[in-house]
């Protein structure tokens, strides 16, 4: 076991790499800034330390020159210096290892582990903490659904499907992440939506290429979704809410009459099938359309939680998927931003006040040419500078003004955009070769 520094100014990122660090038995301490940072190294002796080069207050190398002195190894990271350039200059400089963001968090992990050891194999979950895939088996008690009108669709009923180990599994890990010792604990870095959001949990698990699960809990509900992740791309969601689930998620799409849910469901009862296999089986799917209805579905599970800023969060990295389960693939830059446009004009105009004025993020999480844009959104983003409010960007464009606000909240979200503070705009990117 080894006490780690990790010095990053980006909270969901940091709360990520934290939580990784903890599940594979070590200690962790978090600083947000330059100042955190230091404070730290005066007050606690570490093993290890991970260290961000552009930091709200100080270049990331103010850091390096304090911890030489307290003789810590230390790995350098940015998602602003890229090129072999500056890893050299982080190497010259005395750091253990580079990595340019985005890059694989347990790859960081093994080469940190090399420098402090490997801490003892923690247990793995017990087979009832296991979570249930969302394209359930359907079995014919269940009641027959019928075809959902657009209005319906629109409001779906709060109704909880009988999967305990959703409840189970969330209970048992809170109190273990407040009881147990940190080498033992499954959840260790888990957190409250009122200072984050999905999407920017989402970017970080991208900035870290997470292999695991994004679990979040509603806090005005029992609703709970699970975002299983594969090199930070969403590969499956999962629901404890039952409208959500796969069988209803096509009866809604109107691909699954209530005449032929009995069928399905004692094909699948008879010969231990998921729903969609079953539909396949049947002729009712084909397995390209099964797969759209998948990627649907996942996606239509993220968006849900995306106005959640009630609830809780947690990271368990490195858990795989379950035998068996169809895997999808979401780029997760451009699921945000499709979700957001989504958004209906009254809460994006409670989101974005006019008065605001957007910049180019300095690190953002993906690059533009990795997303799909418009002529018109394109020509958004090259007006939105700083010089001009969300107002003047209104005026200026031929969208209307639910996709312009939609287009520029999708773009905060993913963190391809932000409001500058003062602190921030002062900042100066110095580190050079």
């Known amino acids: 076991m080894a006490a780690i520094l990790i010095v990053e100014d980006n909270a969901d990122l940091a709360h990520l790499l934290s939580s990784v660090g903890e599940m594979r038995g070590h200690l962790t301490r978090v600083a947000l800034s330059g100042t955190e940072a230091l404070v730290a190294i005066g007050q606690q002796r570490f093993e290890a330390a991970i260290v961000d080069l552009f930091l709200p207050d100080m270049e990331g190398t103010a850091i390096f020159e304090r911890l030489k002195t307290a003789r810590v190894p230390f790995f350098a990271m940015s998602g602003v210096y890229k090129g072999e350039g500056y890893e050299a200059k ?16 347990l790859e960081l992990m093994r080469k940190l582990e090399a420098v402090t050891g490997v801490p003892v194999a923690k247990p793995p979950l017990p087979p009832d903490e296991a979570f249930d895939p ?25 109704e909880l499907a009988p999967i305990d180990t959703w409840e189970r599994t969330w209970k048992t890990e809170s109190l273990r992440a407040k009881t147990a010792p940190p080498v033992r604990r499954q959840m260790q870095r888990s957190g409250s939506l009122k200072s984050t959001s999905v999407p920017h949990l989402l970017n970080a698990c991208y900035q870290a290429r997470l292999r695991g699960d994004l679990l979040v809990k509603h806090g005005g509900s029992a609703a709970i979704k699970v975002v299983s992740l594969e090199a930070g791309q969403a590969v499956y969601a999962a ?3 039952a409208h959500e689930r796969f069988a209803r998620f096509c009866a809604r799409k109107g691909l699954l009459p209530s005449q032929d849910l009995e069928a399905v469901a004692q094909l699948a009862k008879e010969e231990g099938l998921k729903t969609g296999d079953a539909m396949v089986r049947l002729g009712i799917l084909d397995e390209p359309k099964r797969r759209q209805l998948l990627e649907d579905q996942v996606k239509e599970i993220i968006w849900s939680t995306f106005a959640w800023a009630e609830g809780e ?3 368990v990295p490195d858990k795989p998927l379950k035998a068996g389960v169809v895997k999808i693939s979401v780029f997760p830059g451009q699921l945000i931003l499709d979700g957001c446009l989504r958004e209906p004009l009254v809460a994006l105009r409670a989101r974005l006040k006019l008065s605001m004025k957007l910049f180019p993020a300095i690190d953002p999480p993906y690059q533009l040419e990795q997303l799909s844009f418009s002529g018109d959104q394109a020509q958004v983003i090259a007006w939105a500078d700083g010089t001009k409010t969300v107002a003047d960007l209104i005026a200026l464009t031929d969208l209307d003004e639910r996709e312009a606000l939609g287009l520029l909240y999708g773009l905060m979200q993913a963190g391809l955009l932000e409001q500058r503070t003062d602190l921030q705009r002062s900042r100066r990117v110095s580190f050079g070769l």
């Not at 982080?90 to 968090?105: D, S, V």
């Not at 659904?145 to 409001?155: F, G, I």
């Open 90 to 105: 982080a190497l010259e400089l005395g750091a253990a290892a580079y990595f340019q963001k985005p890059f694989p968090i």
């Open 134 to 158: 969302v394209e359930e088996t359907v079995t014919v008690a269940e009641p027959p659904l019928p075809v959902s009108s657009p209005d319906e669709e629109a409001t779906p009923p709060i």
């Open 239 to 241: 629901s404890n809410l």
């Open 313 to 315: 969060f947690a990271f």
